[in-house]
Protein backbone atom coordinates (compact mmCIF):
# COMPACT_ATOMS: atom_id res chain seq x y z
CA UNK A 1 0.00 0.00 0.00
CA UNK A 2 1.69 3.44 -1.00
CA UNK A 3 -0.16 6.12 0.93
CA UNK A 4 -0.27 10.18 -0.36
CA UNK A 5 -1.28 12.57 2.55
CA UNK A 6 -2.19 15.93 1.55
CA UNK A 7 -4.11 18.92 2.94
CA UNK A 8 -1.61 20.33 5.17
CA UNK A 9 -0.94 24.16 5.16
CA UNK A 10 -0.70 27.39 7.50
CA UNK A 11 -4.01 28.17 9.63
CA UNK A 12 -4.82 30.24 12.83
CA UNK A 13 -5.51 29.41 15.88
CA UNK A 14 -9.43 28.35 16.29
CA UNK A 15 -9.20 27.58 12.44
CA UNK A 16 -10.30 24.38 10.95
CA UNK A 17 -8.12 21.86 8.55
CA UNK A 18 -9.03 18.37 6.84
CA UNK A 19 -6.14 16.13 5.80
CA UNK A 20 -6.42 13.58 3.55
CA UNK A 21 -4.96 10.09 2.92
CA UNK A 22 -5.09 8.52 -0.56
CA UNK A 23 -4.25 4.68 -0.66
CA UNK A 24 -2.75 2.86 -3.81
CA UNK A 25 -1.95 -0.19 -4.52
CA UNK A 26 -4.49 -2.50 -2.07
CA UNK A 27 -7.81 -1.16 -0.78
CA UNK A 28 -8.09 0.14 2.80
CA UNK A 29 -11.27 -1.42 3.04
CA UNK A 30 -9.19 -3.99 5.18
CA UNK A 31 -7.14 -1.76 6.71
CA UNK A 32 -6.77 0.41 9.89
CA UNK A 33 -5.55 3.41 9.44
CA UNK A 34 -4.11 5.92 11.74
CA UNK A 35 -2.84 9.35 11.79
CA UNK A 36 -0.06 10.28 13.91
CA UNK A 37 1.88 13.60 13.97
CA UNK A 38 5.28 14.74 15.18
CA UNK A 39 5.93 18.27 15.91
CA UNK A 40 9.61 20.04 15.79
CA UNK A 41 12.35 18.09 18.54
CA UNK A 42 9.31 15.90 19.93
CA UNK A 43 8.50 12.46 19.31
CA UNK A 44 5.94 11.01 17.22
CA UNK A 45 2.68 10.36 18.65
CA UNK A 46 -0.45 9.19 18.14
CA UNK A 47 -3.49 11.26 17.04
CA UNK A 48 -6.58 8.58 15.74
CA UNK A 49 -7.46 5.71 14.42
CA UNK A 50 -10.53 3.43 13.00
CA UNK A 51 -10.86 -0.11 12.96
CA UNK A 52 -10.60 -1.81 9.36
CA UNK A 53 -14.31 -1.35 9.75
CA UNK A 54 -14.49 1.66 10.44
CA UNK A 55 -16.46 0.56 13.35
CA UNK A 56 -14.51 1.89 16.08
CA UNK A 57 -12.75 5.01 16.49
CA UNK A 58 -9.78 6.32 18.66
CA UNK A 59 -8.41 9.88 19.51
CA UNK A 60 -5.84 11.25 21.60
CA UNK A 61 -7.05 12.91 24.37
CA UNK A 62 -5.05 16.05 23.20
CA UNK A 63 -7.70 16.31 19.97
CA UNK A 64 -10.75 14.48 21.58
CA UNK A 65 -13.72 16.59 20.22
CA UNK A 66 -11.61 18.65 17.77
CA UNK A 67 -10.86 16.35 15.75
CA UNK A 68 -12.55 13.55 13.57
CA UNK A 69 -11.28 10.64 11.61
CA UNK A 70 -13.51 9.26 8.59
CA UNK A 71 -12.66 7.40 5.79
CA UNK A 72 -14.54 6.98 2.08
CA UNK A 73 -13.60 3.22 0.86
CA UNK A 74 -14.66 4.33 -2.64
CA UNK A 75 -12.42 6.38 -2.76
CA UNK A 76 -9.87 4.41 -1.12
CA UNK A 77 -9.07 7.76 1.02
CA UNK A 78 -9.10 8.37 4.38
CA UNK A 79 -9.78 11.93 5.98
CA UNK A 80 -8.79 14.10 9.50
CA UNK A 81 -10.89 16.67 9.81
CA UNK A 82 -9.49 19.52 12.42
CA UNK A 83 -11.40 22.06 14.40
CA UNK A 84 -10.79 24.25 16.43
CA UNK A 85 -7.24 24.08 15.92
CA UNK A 86 -4.43 25.26 18.11
CA UNK A 87 -1.04 26.45 18.01
CA UNK A 88 0.50 22.82 19.58
CA UNK A 89 -1.11 21.14 17.24
CA UNK A 90 1.58 22.41 14.30
CA UNK A 91 3.37 19.24 13.39
CA UNK A 92 3.93 16.75 10.47
CA UNK A 93 0.98 14.47 10.40
CA UNK A 94 1.31 11.05 8.81
CA UNK A 95 -0.94 8.63 7.96
CA UNK A 96 -0.56 4.72 8.32
CA UNK A 97 -2.29 1.58 7.53
CA UNK A 98 -2.61 -1.56 9.53
CA UNK A 99 -4.43 -4.40 7.80
CA UNK A 100 -6.94 -6.26 9.14
CA UNK A 101 -6.07 -3.96 12.65
CA UNK A 102 -8.74 -2.72 14.98
CA UNK A 103 -7.21 0.61 15.47
CA UNK A 104 -4.16 0.88 17.48
CA UNK A 105 -1.82 4.42 18.63
CA UNK A 106 0.99 2.20 18.92
CA UNK A 107 2.51 3.15 15.52
CA UNK A 108 4.88 0.09 14.95
CA UNK A 109 1.57 -2.27 14.25
CA UNK A 110 1.23 -0.12 11.12
CA UNK A 111 2.81 -1.65 8.26
CA UNK A 112 2.13 1.18 5.70
CA UNK A 113 3.45 5.34 6.17
CA UNK A 114 2.56 7.91 4.38
CA UNK A 115 4.82 10.71 3.63
CA UNK A 116 3.10 13.38 5.68
CA UNK A 117 1.66 17.02 5.52
CA UNK A 118 2.99 20.03 7.54
CA UNK A 119 -0.03 21.96 9.75
CA UNK A 120 1.43 25.14 11.51
CA UNK A 121 -0.78 26.30 13.31
CA UNK A 122 0.14 30.77 14.15
CA UNK A 123 -1.37 32.20 17.24
Known amino acids: VQLQASGGGLVQAGGSLRLSCVAS????????MGWFRQAPGKEREFVAA????????YYADSVKGRFTISRDNAKNTVYLQMNSLKPEDTAVYYCAADLGGWGTPEGNKYEYWGQGTLVTVSS
Open 25 to 32: GRTLSTHA
Open 50 to 57: DSWNAVNT
